[in-house]
């Protein structure tokens, strides 16, 4: 065990600092989901990370990479979030897809979609769930028919986060139509601006719009959109959903910066909060560092060819908990400010606490509900009997 | 001792309560949104001509004299309906505390006839609920007490998350204002009027609890995943049960504290701040947990629990951040009588 | 609602408080579990109690009780424990089986058994688990087969409290040999000394015994002993259980005293201590009191001719995870002390929270787990539908 | 960077767990309490003969010159057997204590060569463990270092609710007992050995909390009813759930912690203070949860539960209570560098 870096992993780290110092937009760009704008606004800064070949630094260089491993990984990600840069607006397609189709894809589908993909030209949605397919993923009922080398899909897909302006999304879709469950699904890829594809926003408690429903009526793509074998859609999925859930979703980056702003902003009130609250403040730096610790620790294995397993279940549980507390200590902080809006004269130094907040009640829920996320454990790392 | 509610007390509750079923429903919360108005003028008409503004109100000055004990439920049924309007902020805090400092002032008795309603700017709360529809707002500087009438102060709108919560605060030339109490005069009135607020908060947020338990039992009689209800699974249940537990056990502290109020002693004060403490954490819960039941719906603006997360955020500081209530409660139990016989202790007990 | 005591609830709590003060033992009793000394003291201690008509308060005065209202018991119970006179060796009885045998119990048999009950002459054990029957209690196998006027009882009980010294016990049989889960239990009596009774007492964790296992080869019994129909213990059995966890299981007392020698502690350690003990010391005296409000509540609705429902179970998991906390929070201002034994020369002020915290952690357990009270919460309280 | 042990530390770690598993199953703790002897003599003589007794001092005073990071998992081997005799104490925190004290003591070397076990009393314990089968003690007094030989002074049992843990008070008279170091050398020895102390006490928290774990699976696999193993109802599968999930993150802390130590510096300091803090949370819901688990049999001295129950108990304060590491991890947290790129950093590296 050495929990040092190495001087190349130092020149890394300056390598990414200083670039972020040059190229992160001195103001912040206006949300991804909220206009056409916002979102051309992140195109372009992926466009902009792409040109530094920083679109996914763990990628191949022929994809746009660099070939780096995840250790180097994280420290991009730690200077990423340490710069402020912006949200990654084609989180879906690098962090989900795109290490789905390294592993899953053939060579034509990788070149087809992986460059175009870290180049920040054609940026992705996901469609996994349907109005009757949340936790209980396998009852999706959308249908692609065989049609020649063509698929003609079917359906209704929902909580499809980035989908109102993206250009691609990837779903699972039933190929037999006999098929229950798990059997007879493929893992499907449609462009939003098909023929016979609709998409509708969806208004979240905070009145924003991260999500939307997408209709499909007889929408043809060619069979080449299909990833892996017909039928396999099931366990692509589940691999996709085990990386999303334990590693690339939340990066640790994002709580220590979450727990840094939650220090200042005690510090800044210190003198008018009870001393009850220091003891919460302290404990989000550490579960922060806590979560961190761990991704260092699933990276070092990983990179040495290890194979990612139930802790991304233990993962998801920690992260989305300690947002929550996180965000409500904050509120603690702010006390009779919490309720107010940003735009309200009276603010002060509210920031996004409260936005926050609300966002981080969707963590518990959303890349599979902590409750699936428990039963994995029992089920799977202690070995439970299933009910 | 019968630590029961009386048939007239059961009655004005379920008078409120029925009211605000037919005419208090999320629909109707949504459709005042679009409209974009302060009010449902109709529901308003309704809720004064069951004349209760003045039910704290001494009769003597035209009140109906009765206690807070007496209104502590329709508060709760305020929470669970989620209503925008100030019934219990007028009737319930700033009528007696006007009647208190003003009682022969004119506009009491409009307020109390319902024309008009009266907005408080309590030293307590950074912000003043309701001040731009209000007919009087009474207003602390300085520990006295200040009547400001529509137009003799500006008013800046501070929005909240609660879209139905219409706070501001107040500006105006001092000396300007007439001044209805001394520092002197004030200070009880103050001080009891904080305490029917941190009450009716309290009460609002265990209504709000139950209200969250309700959406969320009824969805998870409806909403199936691998083939059976979500509220067959255990996990849902235990949610759901942890919080009916939480909600269980304020009540009691709530109806307690209505019935401690009129002590105004350290054993009322610290009952009333346990209220509010318990009261909060049961909505907080309820909320979150709401939520989670429904799954990606409950983060969805479709959905109603939203209403009632944001109202119980509100009101978790509104009348006392609960580091305030903790302080109150810790004075009781560090300096006050302890054990199986001081349940029920007042102060002049010991005397 | 009016929460203030008339003159003769007070004059009333005068009266216990000054008959405690002439009666309570100076010098604690020892254990009645540990030996039959400590058990035969603490039966002179019940016979004392019904000398005073302090028996069971509740009871018509024909079974040497004072036909008071709950009210009331909850005031005596207040000047018992306020008094801290010996814990009742014949709860079970007195507590558990008595109500019951008042609701459903022939004259002949609440003649036979209450006076003797409330005058400590007869001290009852409980028999309600099986190895194979904890929170499925459902399940229990031990047999009663009818003989002309008699039942011969025949299985193995266990986790009975007090059954190692008591006079008698009362359990769940099954008189219908062909009957299922639920059917065909009744509800039976026996004498622990009679022929075929062997108990076995159980250590518990801290080397303590407080319950017993009852093994029973062909113990005849009179049908008499059979309490209600035959077939019907079931119900009965839950009458009782719901008694239990409602109202008497658990006096508000117990907590109050328990809470406010918590305070005690804080205070005289208060200079050592992080200020954060101050909230959790504050909180637990809070749900003393509001355990104790709720207790009022239900009595004053039952008094009124009220049934207790599902109350039964938020009042069970709400006083055993108090209990926790409240044994936890002591031993976190005992600090290194805390595990220490009492005989220890340091041991200092450690007083009982040990052995108390340990005892705490039976509470989510036994009188039906918390797991099991959740379910009943969620399904008769707020309806959810069975699994 | 490379956060996975390396095969040598692999193989220490599974010897002294093969040992364990072999010579400590709960089995052995009950035939050495109803012997009522101090140690178990084969057992103890077979870690002797691993030799690891000076696996923490430096090679130039005989002993193997290896890093608290090579011994970690060897102390949570010893929570997870919940191992009587001192191992722990005396290779992990006495001996290198000793060698920093007094390199050439002649008790030093019988102490490397297992003859004896050290035992210590660190200011920052008010008892001293094992110090009746001790061939020394080094005591803390006003600052500096005594060590005392058997006889030297007087104990006196300090009975513990963990039948194993063998605590002691000690008397001797001042003057009488050598010293062997003065307060300004003592105090850097101090503070490691208060480091290392507090790092293998949640070392073997980390072991007890998976026991704990490992026991009430096996329980709840087995166990049935109303017709099925208790381990497939969801309500057993998520308390252990959430307990798992606090094991999984108190690991990568006290793995870090471990290989921070050396530094001594803020930020080692308060990742250890981290870990033990992690590290009893974990131990204690894990104990509580196997108990509940186990129903009515967790609550019995048959199920063997309780052994680690009592040792989490004990550990929980031992080398600082909770207090304590708090404040030196709000030290760090509010005094030090914060941010993605501060997770490793060293005092040297703000210079």
Redesign the interface.
Known sequence: ??????DE?KRF?QEVRSWMEQHVPKAPLTSFDASREGFEAHREWERTLSEGRWGMVTWPESYGGRGLDL?QWLIF???Y??AGAPLRVNQNGIFLLGPTLMEYGTDEQRSRFLTAMASGDEIWAQAW?EP?A???LA?VKSTATRDGNDYVLKGHK??SSRAVFADWAFGLFRTDPGSQRHKGLSLIFFKLDAPGVRTQA??????ETG?AEIFLEDVRVPAFNRLGPEGEGWSICMATAGFERGLMLRS??RF??A??KL?ELY?AHEAE???????A??RC???A??????I??T???LR?GGHIGA?AS?NK??WSEMD?VLHKTA??IL???????R?????GDVGKW?DGY?FS??G???AG???I???I???R??????? | MDFRFTDEQEMTASVVRDLLEDLCQPADLRRLMVAGQARDGHRWDKIVEMGIAGILVPEDVGGLGLQPVDFVQCAEACGYAGLPEPLVENAGVALPLLAGAAPTHSLLARALAGQITVALGHGANPFIADADTAGAIVIERDGALHLIEPGAASLTRQPSIDPFRRLFTVEFAPGGIPCIASAHEAAPLLAEAFDRGALFAAAQQVGIAKRCVDLAVTFAKERHQFGKPIGSYQAIKHHLASVQVKIEFARPVLYAAAAALPQGDLYSRARISHAKLVATEAADLAARTAIQVHGAMGYSWEVDVHFFLKRAIALETWWGKPALHRARVAERVLAGALGPESIFFQEHDNA
Chains 1, 3 share one sequence.
């Open positions: 065990m050495d929990l040092t870096y190495t992993q780290r250790i990600e730690e200077e979030y340490r769930s009757q949340g936790s209980d009852a929902i909580w969806i208004a979240q408690i905070d009145g999500f640790p980056a220590q910066v727990a840094r220090v510090k909060i009870e001393p009850g609250v220091r003891d403040v302290v730096a550490m579960d560092d806590a979560y961190a610790l761990s260092y620790s990276a070092s294995r040495a802790e233990t549980i920690f929550i509120l603690a006390g009779a400010r919490a309720e107010l809006l735009s309200a004269p009276a603010a409260l609300f009640l969707a518990p829920i959303y509900s902590n409750e996320q428990r039963n454990i029992a089920e790392l202690l070995g439970l009997p299933r009910a």
